[in-house]
């Protein structure tokens, strides 16, 4: 049985700076993704025998990134949701075996920095795909 572990994971954000000169975004604790689809109830009277018809709906998905902070971080990552699109790859394992990537064009809808008093400060991202959500 071949399954992968969190650290493994990875995040790819094209276009956004990153100190190594690559595309992926460091400090990343954790990254969730919610894929979804609508399911659109279609019964009519005297047209089914009792049972329900359905259809599949609009689909659609959203993401939360959660990432620790430091200084090369912060120049890194939007620290505000902006007007504009941007594209993300979420991978699920970055080195050897197979690893699943959603991936897709995404606006960010939040930012939420939390800064304790006695712990590191870290930063949640949220964001909504627009569009396709491909997977490979």
């Given amino acids: 049985m071949s399954w992968h572990v969190g650290y493994d994971g990875e995040v790819e954000w094209p276009g956004v700076y990153t100190p190594d000169g ?7 604790v954790s990254w969730a993704a919610d894929i979804t689809g609508d399911v ?36 890194e990552l939007p620290m505000a949701p902006g007007s504009d699109p941007v594209s993300v790859y979420l991978r699920s394992g970055a080195s050897g075996g197979t690893s699943v990537t959603y991936s897709g064009t995404a606006y960010l809808t ?19 795909f627009d569009g396709t959500i491909s997977t490979t």
């Fill in 22 to 28: 690559s595309d992926l975004v460091t400090e990343v």
């Fill in 110 to 128: 939040g930012v939420h920095p939390n800064v304790p008093v006695d712990g590191k400060v870290s930063v949640t991202i949220d964001g909504e």
């Fill in 40 to 75: 659109i109830d279609g019964t009519a009277m005297n047209n089914t025998n009792g049972w329900r018809r359905k259809k599949m709906g609009l689909r659609g998905g959203a993401f939360t990134l959660e990432c620790n902070i430091d200084q090369d971080l912060v120049p």
